[in-house]
């Protein structure tokens, strides 16, 4: 998705925190969501905007998981448009009433920062000399699928 100038969205300590946030190039909304969908491998992806698909947006928030609860963070730090799972109806009714633009390709999206993961995680078992194993799981745990 060629997010640049990340930070993170909503610090817990230090230097960590949940999600992030950056720069895209301008692009339409539309257009930036069919990306995502590509991106993640996706049949579909829902939408949260009201007849506003063509906004230009080029500052976006990224959550894994369900994190619809950090919007208003993405809100504060300038996102126009916000990605993350498992958005409820009326989260997506008040992400529109504060005009918000939101992509939602469901909860699954985590599997991509797998490999990442394992490659950190080894790089500490290097620094600390730990006798222990990191192998990325093959396994599909999403329940859903589309007809």
């Known amino acids: ?22 720069k895209i190039e301008k692009q339409t909304f539309s257009d930036f969501a069919l990306k995502v969908k590509e991106k993640f491998h996706l049949d579909s992806v829902r939408l949260v905007a009201y007849g506003n698909q063509e906004t230009l947006v080029n500052r976006v928030a990224i959550c894994g998981g369900s994190g619809q609860g950090f919007y208003r963070d993405a809100m ?21 009433t504060n005009g918000m633009l939101a992509i939602d390709p469901g909860h ?4 991509l920062f797998i490999d990442k993961l394992v ?20 396994a599909e745990t999403n329940p859903f699928y589309h007809l």
């Open 1 to 22: 998705m060629e997010i640049t100038d990340t930070d993170i969205l909503t610090p817990t300590a230090d230097s960590y925190g949940i999600g992030r946030i950056g």
């Open 76 to 96: 504060k730090k300038g996102a126009q448009v916000y990605i993350t799972g498992d958005i409820y109806y009326h989260t997506a009714q008040e992400m529109i």
């Open 108 to 111: 699954h999206i985590e599997v």
């Open 119 to 138: 490659e950190k995680f080894n790089a500490w078992k290097a620094d600390n000399q730990w006798n222990v194993d990191f192998i990325a799981s093959q």
